[in-house]
């Protein structure tokens, strides 16, 4: 295993998360044998703005409903779920972390759409399936943690069937400086690559995409993180379970480098050109 791929997956690990969701769930008054994915999503939407941005990336796509979709940095499965329960399309998710490929399992199982949703353990890097497999693509805050985007998109376009769709959002670099850290998706710097807004829709293009949709989203993520900022108390169920002592550093350094211009967020959707 690279190295890279090992500092990922440490990042991300958290031994005894299930039992702190359920916990969590339970003191929020929630019903185990009863949950929906509206349940979950303040802690499995673990990307910029939560289910917000989950629903408006959707919208720029354009589902049927007949779509078989990859998810791509999975992770606890909050968009998946989202998009089978929504539009009825069956979604794979893969990811780096193997306690995040279990718990979004276990939580699938919960929310009783394991018929439309399924997991595995994979490297973006080296996706595990045939050519021309997938209708979309989907992945949210994800290419932040890989150093070869172009291998990435490489993969992301080969699995697409031709004319299939990306859906991406990311964090980008901007132009004030490097980023305070911790971050969501790093500690330190070492496992952070980011890329310009400009040099994102370029590698996309030289990977043989066409751009359909695209916009900067930065402001939307400030409002969204003064509003944190300004909550009085963390709610049972949060992303805060994830980060423990770490989260109200990383909140205000999320803050800090969204006005000082050090990162910004974009969303798109862009298509396979043959």
Aim: proline share 4%; with cysteine; hydrophobic share 40%.
């Amino acid at each position: 295993m690279d190295i890279d791929r090992l500092s990922v997956q440490q990042h991300y690990a958290h031994a005894s998360l299930l039992d702190l969701i359920v916990g969590a769930l339970e003191r929020g008054g929630k019903n185990l044998g009863n949950l929906s994915p509206d349940d979950l999503a303040p802690i499995d939407e673990f990307h910029t703005r939560g289910r917000t941005a989950t629903v408006e990336l959707a919208k720029l796509v354009v589902f049927g409903g007949t779509e078989n979709v990859l998810d791509v940095g999975s992770g606890l499965g909050g968009p998946s779920r989202f998009l089978a329960k929504t539009y009825g399309c069956r979604v794979t998710g893969i990811d780096l972390t193997p306690q995040f490929v279990a718990v979004a399992e276990q939580l699938t199982r919960l929310t009783r759409l394991s018929e439309l949703v399924s997991y595995r353990q994979a490297d973006a890097r080296s996706i595990p399936f045939e050519a021309a497999t997938f209708d979309v693509v989907w992945s949210q805050n994800v290419a932040m943690n890989i150093a070869d985007r172009a291998r990435l998109y490489a993969e992301i376009r080969r699995v697409l069937r031709p004319g299939g769709k990306y859906a991406l959002s990311d964090i980008v670099r901007g132009v004030g400086g490097e980023p305070y850290y911790p971050m969501p998706w790093a500690r330190t710097a070492d496992t952070s690559y980011l890329l310009t807004e400009e040099a994102t829709r370029l590698a996309l293009e030289r990977a043989g995409f066409a751009i359909l949709a695209w916009e900067n989203t930065t402001e939307q993520a400030i409002a969204a993180a003064v509003a944190r900022a300004g909550a009085t108390s963390l709610p049972p169920l949060g992303l805060h379970l994830l980060f423990g002592t770490a989260w109200p550093t990383i909140t205000a350094n999320q803050l800090r480098n969204y006005r000082e211009g050090r990162t910004g967020v974009i969303h798109g959707v862009v298509a396979r050109t043959d």
